[in-house]
């Protein structure tokens, strides 16, 4: 059983704020590819084309026949634990300051053995474990062994909280509650245990409506005036909350249909670039050093940036011509800010959801992302730690046509689907 | 069958050369080599010139390789090895250096196992010690080999039904004899309640089942019997010798090194069964390890180390005699010079030169190694017999 975590004491100001230090991140080449796989959730090793036989630690040629054709392939992870042990000396500085801490050594059955960070709910060997793949505070993947069955806090092990970005417990700011969208991340981050969600909205001196006042009732919230377009509007807002908040979700967009030559100007496409892009760029300037000062504070500390893209920022979709490209644009800055921030250990999320069923796709067929269907899928991203997220049918099946072949998907997408 | 391997017959080893240890030294590896070259001179009343071969083995030469060396040194050999392989180098150096001077391609060959240690290279060598362990153990926190080792001494210890107390044994025995070798580090007696109270390192590895790094240099000379004759120098012969690399990498996890899949070469080369061996110098990075050499290499069946250990002596004047310098569990561990130590002590006890640590009318010595945890093993291993020059 894994203990649930309390929350945690007011911190006392006199007291020193931990200092980083992340787990070595150094990987050759070839091991990234671990790290790509579980930067979406998915635990994959290295698989002989020739041969079939399973690889690891990952490597330029197959053990077995010598085949370059080693291709990264989906595991089940299931495997024997042959010998555990807890460490109470570590010469690194991040694992010093975490012992003791638990390893194992892992049988898988695809074959190879591997050295995994042990959930508190694994047992001592001789037993079954599933081995998973995570990214660690470095953002790099590593190895977990799970319990074949856990508990229903198993989130809450206490090294399972160095790799994730569970809400539970955690300040969080959502930049824009006046969409249905937003309300929903809201309801989700409260349910899933999150301290104090400040709320963003552009218009304080407008009536709120309905949505956002039944947001603003729940005892967790507190709505903050937040106008992405304006710089001295994000500097106060950060003045005031950017040394408290744990999580940053950028959900404020612009979404209007139409591609170039349907609409004359640059008003509307300025208007998208000005949240999509630039909005990201100031909430960044203002937040990013807040979150990277706080990013070892105790156990919920600052932890991860969420950004709302959209699965047309990999292609253009030209019925939705200039937001894709604000899109894209953002998707390349998220680029940097991970680059920025993944040296403070805090994790950038991009979000690429295919069509939302609010009123700006309206013209597009189903099936289309419910507001809190997407909702959901922040809150277990956070949990699961992961980097990049597709989340429903269109997504992924563009996904996997763009990873097919990204030329042959914009032809598609030019005839329009 | 495979071709029958020539002897190593008219091969003579001499002038076992330690540099002093010490836990950090503000030197480079090069000074250590210089001063083991220079030790190796003088010990053999030559001059550098007639060192016309040169082996090499040092974790903190980079970027240097052997090569960089014969010019610090000013040296010119005619034959050049360098070999990276840690706590097996000693072993393959006079492996190496023997087929050299059989076949005349060195007279004089000079193998030397040196390292510095700063107060924080061993972390920064681990880091970078091998891809293996940069991509998949050294992100774990273990920094270092101690939970691989945990790993297999808690597997071992399972499935054999071994005890804390029978590596304590080890350990103990081995500090015994280091307090007769004046250049080991430990000073002090290690009892074994000592042992047993000992701070947890990575259960069920606590601290006296580690080295501990330092600086320091091991060496000797490989040249003809004859010219050691010529040179009066005190040498020993060298009777069989095997090597074997990455061996039963099916196991899951390491329950046998590769000494197994070779010893009955080793021995019917030497022309001896294991009864006969005089004493042993395993390779002594953890306990657990020196418990395997005694089932692999023939001493006791798999499994029954536990048992051997409790039913022999290890110290230098006991029943088995294991490491009789005192090992590097108790010397300490000057990186790839470890690889050494067992070979320099080896050639000490057969050429009387062992001082207070002797082991009483040895002839036949066994000095065996073992290097390289590039991930969740280590796959260097090798043994070499020696026997007393007659």
Redesign the interface.
Known sequence: MTMPLMHPKRKNPLLRTRQLNLPPGARGRVALGLTAAASEGRFELQVCEACNAVQYPPREACLCCLSSQLKWRAQSGEGSLLATTTLHHSNDLFFRERLPWRLGLVHLDAGPTVMAHLHGEVGEAPTRVNIGARLDRAGQAVLIAFPFQGSADMADDKMLREMTSDPKFRKVLVTDGKTELGQAIVRALVKAGADIVWVGHAEPWKKAGSGLDDIAALPQVTLVPLDLTNGRSVTELAGEIGGKVDIVINNAEVHRTYGIASRRGTDVAKAEMDINYFGLLRLAQEFGPALKGRSADGETGATAWVNLLSIYALSNFPPHGTFSASKAAAHSLAQCLRAEMRPAGIRVINLFPGPIDDEWNEQMPAPKLTAQSLAASIVKALRDGVEDVYPGDVAQEWLERWRDNPKVLERELAAGG | MARPRHSYEGVAVAVPVTVPYVRYSTHGAHWFLGQAVAALVEGAGITKDQIDGLCVSSFSLAPDTAVGVTQHLGLSPRWLDHIPTGGASGVMALRRAARAVQAGDADIVACVGADTNHVDS??QT??AFS??A???????????P???F???T??YM?TYGATRADFGRIAVSQRDNALKNPNALFKKPLALAEYMAA???????HLFDCVMPCAGAEAFLVMSEERARDLGLAHVVVRAGIERHNAY?QD??MVRGGWLADRDELYAQAGIAPADIDFVQTYDDYPVIVMMQFEDLGFCAKGEGPAFVRSHTLTHDGSFPNNTSGGQLSCGQAGAAAGFLGMTEGIRQLTDQAGEHTVPGAQLGLVAGFGMVT??RCLCTGAIILGRST
């Open positions: 061993f972390r681990l880091g891809n293996f940069r991509d998949a153990t050294y992100p774990y926190g273990a920094g270092g101690n939970s691989i945990a790993f297999i808690a597997n399972r701070k947890p390192i990575s259960d069920p590895i990498a899951p996890v991930y969740d």
